[in-house]
């Protein structure tokens, strides 16, 4: 089984330094970068850009609400879905541009937070989301959360899609994240985590904290980059999936391996 290993990243700004990239760069395979708008800065996402180079690992872009205060997970509301995928074009672009500058091109993209939460939900943000990434570059990968609106909306786009599951993150009944005010939405358990994450590969489902399997399509499991303990997490997980007999692989060489 092929299955690709993911961390949001290269979330630093100027002098404040946040999580342990260069580690988790040793670890997964493909790498989502912040673009600036909730965290990031152009040396942020030029220095990871070249380390995930350095490491063979794929870049993606990883896109997020204009909420450098509240780290992208506030939800905006009131801008349209228009608007939204504007924001979502400009930040693909710059991220593109600074890849092609070291001549390492992007994969994916994967929306982040707030944003990401509500464009599963809501199928207008869905189709702006799969509508930015189709007119930067159409051969981009979509990652997605399964069964959600942002999959129906890069299907009925015809973009390629990953669908990801969390390692660090519990889910609510709907098949979406549970929210992180509630209690048991982040887990750090590292042994914990991993063996959930097993049980929803082998029964291809997700499974939710009102005990509900949800069958799924499972290509990617992510590990938040902010997360404390991110790099045991990351590191227990692979371990446990080679163990297991699974290849860790970029997602570009899942999506043409189901080809």
Partial sequence: MLIYLN???????????????RAMLGIVTSANIACGFHAGDPEVMYSTLSLAQANGVGAGAHPGFNDLQGFGR???IGDSPAHVERQIIYQIGALKALAESISYPLQHVKTHGALGNMAA???GLAMAVARAIRS???????????????????EKLGLRLVREIYADRAYADNGNLLSRKLPGAVLHDPDQAAERILQMLDSQAILTVGGKRLPSRIDSICVHGDT???????GRLRALLEY???????????IDAAV
């Fill in 7 to 21: 961390c949001d990243m290269g979330e630093s700004f100027g002098p404040w330094t946040l999580g342990e990239d």
């Fill in 74 to 76: 506030r939800q905006i």
């Fill in 121 to 123: 939900e809501d199928a």
């Fill in 136 to 154: 930067v570059d159409r051969d981009l990968i979509m990652v997605v959360m399964p069964g959600m609106e942002t999959e129906k909306a890069g």
């Fill in 228 to 234: 404390p303990g991110a790099k045991e997490m990351a």
């Fill in 244 to 254: 297991q007999g699974m290849t860790l692989a970029p997602m570009r060489q899942v």
